[in-house]
């Protein structure tokens, strides 16, 4: 009988360190996980401040581009200032300007423009 009781003792003390072992790799494991997010957030970042040195560095080798759009109003004018907005952004060092068939600026052109980075 004596023995039986020993076994259980026995027992619920390895189960206990085993929950506690169980517990301190868990807290380990999150406490790593945590690390890894900062880091990654961190390389995230420094990324995109190197993608800007880069076009930075770009930027001042390049000549300004000046596009001039002529446009007036029509069914698509809308489509085709955005895709041409689109377009447009990709490119370093361009300035776009739009010409409007119209004796008053419409909202359409002045909302695109307005969109559109380093456009007033």
Excluded: C
Aim: no cysteine.
């Amino acid at each position: 009988m004596k023995g039986k009781y020993v076994l259980v003792i026995f027992g619920v003390i390895v189960a206990t360190f085993l929950a506690f072992i169980f517990h301190v790799y868990r807290k380990h494991l999150e406490q790593k996980d945590e690390a890894m997010i900062v880091l990654e957030k961190e390389i995230a970042f420094l990324r995109q401040k190197v993608a800007r040195i880069q076009l930075a560095e770009l930027e001042i080798n390049l000549p300004k581009i000046f596009v001039i759009t002529p446009t007036y109003a029509r069914p698509v004018q809308k489509p085709e200032l955005i895709r041409l907005s689109n377009v447009f952004r990709q490119v370093p060092n361009l300035h776009w300007i739009i010409v409007e068939d119209s004796r008053n600026e419409t909202e359409v052109v002045r909302s695109i423009l307005m969109d559109f980075p380093n456009n007033s």
